[in-house]
């Protein structure tokens, strides 16, 4: 089964307004949480990650919010502009593996 | 800096036929992946190799192989091609053996007639 969800497919925002995108995960041996954007037709981008022996970080208008209790971790994005449009994927890696396994996408729309 | 080359671009092949797909990186990074990204289920993990001749298998290693030949350079092989498997292949490169921070590339379309 997908270890790494992402429940909502898209997601619509008034510009200006506050973006939230969620993901939830099966193992709670993951330690190392990130969100990758991904505009049509380009690779994904890192846009920020997270270790689990924190539970925010803060960078710019990106914050990610890790609970690990709800295995679960979000992406806030304030002031949301139009270029935020794009695909945004949450990853995560296993403390005993390399490799990070990720969410099927939530596609973010910024209406101007 | 550096960057993630992949040939090629768009691959079409026949039903049934051995299909490779090729990944150069010039980070000198130790990791390497490939994915293949399906429309609605974002990235799944094929191989994976974190140094020179190593392998490991990801979720969807069924009808792949895969060779580490060098560290600059990660292939992918579909051992028979599949009608339905039409999705693009991303290959991506990270420092060290964490996991950590993926670059990618520009990725391979493939399309199965």
């Known amino acids: 089964g997908q270890q790494v969800k992402q429940s909502s497919p898209s997601l619509t925002v008034q510009e200006g307004g506050i973006s939230i995108l969620n993901c939830d995960y099966e193992?709670?041996?993951?330690?190392?949480f990130a969100w990758y954007k991904k505009y049509p037709d380009n690779s994904p981008t890192l846009l920020i990650s997270v270790r689990s022996n924190v539970d925010k970080r803060e960078d710019g208008r990106l914050t990610v919010f890790l609970n690990k209790s709800g295995k679960h971790f979000s992406l806030h994005i304030t002031a949301s502009q139009p270029e935020d449009t794009a695909v945004y994927l949450c990853?995560?890696?296993?403390?005993?593996?390399?490799?990070?396994?990720f969410g099927a996408g939530t596609k973010l729309s910024v209406k101007p | 800096g550096g960057i993630i080359t992949q040939t090629p671009k768009f691959l079409i092949g026949q039903e049934g036929q051995k299909l490779t797909l090729k990944c150069q990186q010039n980070f000198n990074h130790d990791t390497m992946y490939w994915y293949r990204q399906d429309s609605g289920k974002g990235l799944r993990l094929i191989y994976y190799?974190?140094?020179?001749?190593?392998?490991q298998k990801g979720d969807l290693s069924e009808g792949y192989d895969a060779s580490r030949e060098k560290k600059s350079s990660f292939s992918l092989t579909v051992t028979s091609a599949q009608k339905n498997e039409m999705a693009v292949f991303l290959c991506?490169?990270?420092?060290?053996?964490?996991?950590?921070?993926?670059?990618f590339g520009p990725g391979t379309r493939l399309t199965v007639l």
């Open positions: 190799s974190i140094t020179e001749n190593d392998l």
């Open positions: 990853a995560a890696v296993l403390n005993n593996n390399n490799a990070p396994r």
């Open positions: 193992n709670d041996m993951f330690d190392y």
């Open positions: 991506a490169s990270s420092i060290g053996t964490g996991g950590y921070e993926q670059y």
